[in-house]
């Protein structure tokens, strides 16, 4: 049903992306064409849209490089695209929508992101200080 209210283009699916830089990866459902706009992808199946897959979305899009498997342990690296769109696509048995994160949600959410990864690189570091100074417990 999805199909019939949308034209959708599959460009790639299932990609890998990084951003070097801050320091993270992430998998991107697919890149495809909706409705004429390229856009960024993720397919999410929970009961509810959380501010979480906005900064997900958010993150992706910050990525410098990707990448596509091929096979097993071979990989291919993609020129980014200039992605015009971020959306969620919200499947569950009973329903199908298309929630875009709007253009002036997008830098609040990548905000968001970097402040959860410095606070996560933080708590990284004090275990790996205790680890080091007390063993593991």
Known sequence: QFNQEHEVKPVYT???MFNREVGYAGTADGIW???GDLSLIDIKTSRSHWPEHDMQL???KHCTEWVSRVSEGQW???KP???KKLAIIH???DLHNLIPLEDELV???WWAF???KMAFDAASVRRQHEKKKYGEF
Do not use: M
Request: aromatic share 4%; glycine share 4%; proline share 8%.
């Open 81 to 83: 695209l200039p992605v």
């Open 14 to 16: 299932e990609l890998t």
């Open 107 to 109: 830098d609040p959410a």
């Open 58 to 60: 958010s993150a992706l």
């Open 76 to 78: 291919k690296s993609i």
């Open 91 to 93: 499947l569950r048995s």
């Open 114 to 116: 970097q402040g959860y």
């Open 33 to 35: 064409e909706i409705d």
